[in-house]
């Protein structure tokens, strides 16, 4: 990973290193909920409005660099902890190794929030939703509660609820909110049910840093009640998130239909079967096979999502 920055022991370019620090392998975590909260605010009698599409993404490309900046700026000491007690066992970090100075990063991450509550305020003109800077602001300071001061809520606790709330609800409501003026009954039983797979997300992504953050004074769910409590409760969160959408469908089928349900409960189910393959070996400090453990749990979350999207979309028309 280090030989991608340098060659011959010299710094990449300015933008290679701007690239690497947005870490691209991340955009689904936010682009998949901003584009489903569009599909499900849509409805067949109104079309699918494309100015409201190019807002939302506009919101979320952003919006993502607020967050991955800002969040590395936030987590620069425990991150140099963790690349001190593991060097080999993780991909550099934006700051401890110097592939962005820390100041550089501060200030592009509040660059990148202003712009985005600028994409906010005008939304709320172009697509006349008097509430969409008020809304985007709400989303953003989600973000603030979860990695900086004075909250820093991901230190003392609960920073797994809030990334349920971010990413799993106040995206995805945001987006459906741009995208029809106001929320459609249906899109809550979509909501929640993606929450839950986002709260399992959230409890899985603390499974790497387990020790570091506990030496950091990093409060998660896997460095207070540790590795196997960590992933059980990601696989119970899985399968809940699933049951909801399943029985959603059948309490409501107008709001959830079974040809759009099926298909994503049976990739979230394909895809947790094969995390359950890999639970067992996905132990503290075991990078690689946690790394497994987490694609697994990231295709069902993304790949169940998407599918629902685009089988809801084919009956928009655009406007």
């Known amino acids: ?100 100075d820390a100041r550089a990063v501060g200030v592009a991450g509040l660059l990148f929030g202003a712009a985005t509550l600028l994409v906010a305020a005008g939304a709320e003109l172009a697509l006349h939703r008097p509430l969409a800077l008020e809304a985007g602001l709400l989303c953003m300071l989600i973000f603030v509660a979860y990695t900086l001061p004075p909250l820093r809520l991901n230190y003392r606790g609960g920073g797994e609820l809030l990334e349920m709330l971010g990413v799993g609800m106040a995206l995805p409501l945001y987006n459906s909110y741009l995208q029809s003026g106001s929320l459609p009954p249906g899109v809550w039983l979509w909501v929640v049910g993606f929450s839950l797979l986002s709260l399992g997300s959230g409890v899985a992504s603390g499974l790497s840093d387990e020790e570091s953050d506990r030496v ?11 590795n196997a409590a960590a992933r059980r409760l990601t696989e ?37 079967v094969a995390m359950r393959k890999v639970s067992a070996e996905a132990v503290t400090n075991a990078f690689v096979a946690q790394g497994e453990y987490k694609r697994f749990l990231h295709r069902a979350i993304w790949h169940s ?12 028309g655009w406007t």
């Open 236 to 272: 119970a969160c899985v399968l809940l998130g699933a049951a909801v959408w399943l029985g959603g469908s059948v309490a409501k089928p107008h709001w959830l239909p079974l040809w759009a349900v099926a298909p994503a409960v049976a990739m979230i189910l394909w895809n947790f």
């Open 305 to 316: 999502t998407m599918v629902a999207a685009l089988l809801l979309s084919l009956r928009l």
């Open 1 to 100: 990973m280090k030989a991608s920055l340098t060659e011959g022991g010299r710094p990449g370019t300015s933008a290679a290193r701007w690239f690497y620090a947005l870490k691209p392998a991340s955009w689904p975590k936010l682009f998949v909920p901003a584009l489903f909260g569009q599909v499900i605010g849509a409805s067949p009698s109104h079309g699918f409005d494309a100015a409201a599409l190019g807002w939302g993404v506009g919101f979320t490309v952003l919006g993502l660099g607020f967050i991955v900046l800002l969040n590395d700026w936030g987590d620069r000491e425990v991150d140099a902890i963790k690349r001190g007690m593991f060097p080999e066992g993780c991909s550099p970090k934006t700051i401890p190794d110097g592939i962005l």
């Open 216 to 226: 950091g004074g990093k409060r998660t769910f896997a460095s207070v009640f540790g």
